[in-house]
């Protein structure tokens, strides 16, 4: 029972995964040697669109949206067509200037997509792979931020080389932390922070900006270091209880960052609501245990892994997880190990 648990919540956050890549990818591969100017300017009239709405997996583009915005079109420097906001677009160019001012020069690799787009690339997924796995992989047409024509992600130009691909990109930290300091001077957020996978639905996305057109706002935002969705009060998170008790061995940060962990796996377990989280202790984890977690994969060889405790109840959609329908579970065990990169992994989990 477990084992089939376990395997059917792995394969969703596979899918979850690459849902992601395919909901917010940055996937240009062409290369072509285009200037960036604003080509055309749709003439649709423009009754205001609320630069603050949030499009999230659960939040749908307001309706009329995609009639009310106003739109630029440009050629971007690997020649593909790019479509922005108008108002997003003026600010974007002024923070790619402030940014050139200190040597650090961005292009957009993609911001609108509509949601006939989003639909064609579903029906493709559909007639592909089938309707249920298109369903888990492709961002529904509607739920994108990307309709909005507000949110844009960006790709470096460094010595001259155009940098498009996620992998790549995320080998400049210190240039996304430059750009990340200067978003809100212009009325961007950042928006799929690193550890907060439960609260957006996406992973870390250093790239992804949103426009919100109001740099007070935007300044409070990047500077509580909180997502959209905090700010705007929609996520004011699960009412857990969370005990971090004492350690000699971690710090609270490291458990935080522990519990956070564990927080992005159970949510997406489908009708199941968090209780509570409490640190087993610093005794919870034998040298046998230790010895244990390892041989569940002969590639590791962990030297510390923390133990914690959940309090959770199901109630009456438990969707594909094997768990009884309206049950309180106690004690259920968590295990997670520090690895290399000094970051926790789930090891193991259950009764
Ligand atoms: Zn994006």
Same mark, same amino acid.
């Given at each position: 029972m477990k084992k089939s648990f376990y395997v059917s919540i792995i394969l969703c956050l596979c899918l979850i995964t690459a849902a992601f890549t395919v909901g917010c990818g940055n996937d240009s591969t062409s290369k072509a040697d285009t200037s960036t100017e604003a080509a055309t300017v749709d003439d649709a009239k423009t009754d205001g669109i609320d630069y603050m709405a949030l499009v999230n997996k659960t939040h749908a583009l307001p309706e009329d949206w995609e009639k009310n915005i106003e739109t630029i079109k440009f050629t971007n420097t690997v020649g593909d067509d790019v479509e922005v906001e108008k108002k997003a677009y003026d600010a974007y160019l002024e923070l790619k200037a402030a940014l050139e001012a200190e040597g650090v020069t961005v292009d957009l690799d993609s911001a609108r997509r509509s949601v006939a787009d989003q639909q064609r690339i579903m029906d493709e997924f559909t007639k592909e792979k089938g309707a249920d796995y298109a369903a888990k992989t492709v961002a529904k047409p509607g739920y994108s931020e990307h309709h909005t024509g507000l949110a844009l992600d960006l790709y470096l130009i460094v010595d001259g080389k155009d940098i498009t691909e996620n992998e790549d990109m995320e080998q400049y930290p210190e240039i996304w932390e430059k750009i990340h300091a200067k978003l809100a001077d212009y009325g961007f957020i950042l928006r799929y922070l690193e550890g907060r996978e439960h609260i957006t639905?996406?992973?870390?996305? &250093?790239w992804h900006i949103r426009y919100i057109d109001n740099i007070d706002v935007a300044k409070e935002i990047m500077s509580k270091d909180i997502t959209f969705e905090e700010y705007l009060g /929609?996520?004011?998170? &699960?009412q857990v209880t969370v005990d971090y008790g004492t350690?000699?061995?971690? /710090?609270k940060e490291e458990l935080e960052a522990a519990v956070i962990q564990i927080k992005c796996k159970f949510a997406f377990w489908d009708g199941c609501e968090l209780n509570s989280i409490r640190y087993a202790g610093d005794d919870a984890v034998s040298e046998k245990k230790l010895a244990e977690l390892n041989k569940k994969d002969p590639k590791t060889n962990y030297s510390r892994a923390a133990k914690f405790l959940m309090d959770f109840h199901t109630g009456e959609n438990k969707g594909e997880t094997t768990f009884e329908t309206n049950h309180e579970y106690k004690d259920y065990q968590w295990y997670l190990a520090v690895n290399d990169e000094g970051g926790w992994d789930i090891v193991d989990f259950g009764y």
């Amino acid at each position: 029972m477990k084992k089939s648990f376990y395997v059917s919540i792995i394969l969703c956050l596979c899918l979850i995964t690459a849902a992601f890549t395919v909901g917010c990818g940055n996937d240009s591969t062409s290369k072509a040697d285009t200037s960036t100017e604003a080509a055309t300017v749709d003439d649709a009239k423009t009754d205001g669109i609320d630069y603050m709405a949030l499009v999230n997996k659960t939040h749908a583009l307001p309706e009329d949206w995609e009639k009310n915005i106003e739109t630029i079109k440009f050629t971007n420097t690997v020649g593909d067509d790019v479509e922005v906001e108008k108002k997003a677009y003026d600010a974007y160019l002024e923070l790619k200037a402030a940014l050139e001012a200190e040597g650090v020069t961005v292009d957009l690799d993609s911001a609108r997509r509509s949601v006939a787009d989003q639909q064609r690339i579903m029906d493709e997924f559909t007639k592909e792979k089938g309707a249920d796995y298109a369903a888990k992989t492709v961002a529904k047409p509607g739920y994108s931020e990307h309709h909005t024509g507000l949110a844009l992600d960006l790709y470096l130009i460094v010595d001259g080389k155009d940098i498009t691909e996620n992998e790549d990109m995320e080998q400049y930290p210190e240039i996304w932390e430059k750009i990340h300091a200067k978003l809100a001077d212009y009325g961007f957020i950042l928006r799929y922070l690193e550890g907060r996978e439960h609260i957006t639905g996406y992973g870390y996305e &250093p790239w992804h900006i949103r426009y919100i057109d109001n740099i007070d706002v935007a300044k409070e935002i990047m500077s509580k270091d909180i997502t959209f969705e905090e700010y705007l009060g /929609t996520y004011s998170g &699960p009412q857990v209880t969370v005990d971090y008790g004492t350690s000699e061995l971690y /710090t609270k940060e490291e458990l935080e960052a522990a519990v956070i962990q564990i927080k992005c796996k159970f949510a997406f377990w489908d009708g199941c609501e968090l209780n509570s989280i409490r640190y087993a202790g610093d005794d919870a984890v034998s040298e046998k245990k230790l010895a244990e977690l390892n041989k569940k994969d002969p590639k590791t060889n962990y030297s510390r892994a923390a133990k914690f405790l959940m309090d959770f109840h199901t109630g009456e959609n438990k969707g594909e997880t094997t768990f009884e329908t309206n049950h309180e579970y106690k004690d259920y065990q968590w295990y997670l190990a520090v690895n290399d990169e000094g970051g926790w992994d789930i090891v193991d989990f259950g009764y």
